[in-house]
């Protein structure tokens, strides 16, 4: 798939953390590495994800969501 660069409003969420509690006590943190279009024109936002509750840190890796997936979820 062809990926390129978004210059957008989005751009100001690079590198911008976002949280998202669920389950109780976990928390997963997801860091914005970038924000890009498909190539059908869909914006897409690249993301490092670590989840922690109680004593527990499980690093999720990179993922990658739709923008307005991402933003209704975090």
Known sequence: ???R?????AD???????????????VEMARVISVE???MGI???RFRSVC???NEVADRGP???GLESFLNQY
Do not use: K, Q, T
């Open 43 to 45: 914006p897409h936002v």
């Open 1 to 3: 798939m062809f990926w």
């Open 12 to 26: 100001e969420r690079i590198g911008g953390l976002y949280e998202y509690e669920f389950a109780g006590n976990m």
């Open 5 to 9: 660069r978004v210059l957008s409003v």
């Open 37 to 39: 279009d498909d190539d």
């Open 52 to 54: 922690c509750g109680g």
């Open 63 to 65: 993922r990658l969501l």
